[in-house]
Structure formats: structure tokens, C-alpha cells
């Protein structure tokens, strides 16, 4: 792990004075700041915990992946609906055996790709 932490940056605890887990990087100041992020499994958690360690520990500390980086899932999921919509829009057929209209549908759309886009962009 580099010496110099950063906010944001993930490590992992193994064996160390603090709970094994996954730990994102909150403070810098006067040593290191770490919120508990995930378990020893790597299941996510959210119980606020946080525990300040030296810079000397903290260098010891592996790298971790940010256990809410995106999925397959939630990377392409709107825009799999978003396309989904926009085909079946496509078909009076289909908008009519729905009951909906294929200008609600083209909303729904356009409402999916602009949430996509403040998802991506924040």
C-alpha cells in the first residue's frame, strides 16, 4: 500500500489491531482515518464504525476493492431496461396489449437514460 493515503482509497485488514475487513479512507490528518466499509467476507456493512491508525500501520495495509464498485448488473441494468422499453415502444401492438401509450413509454426512456447518466456523472 503507498505511504501516502488518500481519501477514498480501500484497504483490507487482516490480523491487525483493528477488525478484519474492508476499510475506506476518511481522514489523513493526525494519522489515518478508516470507516469500516465490509466484513472479513466482504460483505458490505454499514454500522458508521471508524478507527484511526498510524501512518506506519496504515502502510502495511493491502489494497481493496471498493466493495460499492459497480456490478455488470448495475453498470448496464438501466440501459437494459432503457433498451427493453424503447424496442416494445416500438410495437402499437405490444404498447396496446400493455395499455400504454407509446409516447409514456418513450418517456419512461428517456427518464432511464437521464437517470443513468446522473448515476455515471456523480
Known amino acids: 500500500m503507498a505511504d501516502d493515503p488518500a481519501p477514498y482509497d480501500h484497504v483490507r ?3 491487525a489491531a483493528i477488525p478484519d475487513g474492508t476499510y475506506r479512507v476518511v481522514g489523513v490528518t493526525d494519522g489515518v482515518t478508516l ?3 465490509a466484513d ?5 456493512v454499514h454500522d458508521g464504525r471508524v478507527f484511526r ?3 506506519a ?3 502495511g ?9 459497480e456490478s455488470v448488473l ?3 441494468g438501466l440501459v437494459g431496461l432503457a433498451a427493453a422499453l424503447f424496442l416494445v ?3 402499437s401492438d405490444a404498447t396496446s396489449a400493455l395499455g400504454v401509450s407509446q409516447s409514456a413509454l418513450r418517456n419512461a426512456v428517456v427518464a432511464l437514460v437521464v437517470a443513468d447518466l446522473v448515476l455515471r456523472l456523480r
Open 13 to 15: 485488514a487482516t490480523d
Open 35 to 37: 470507516l469500516r466499509v
Open 40 to 44: 472479513a467476507s466482504g460483505n458490505r
Open 53 to 55: 491508525v498510524s501512518r
Open 57 to 59: 500501520d496504515y502502510a
Open 61 to 69: 495495509f493491502p489494497e481493496a476493492a471498493n466493495p460499492d464498485g
Open 74 to 76: 448495475r453498470r448496464w
Open 89 to 91: 415502444s416500438l410495437s
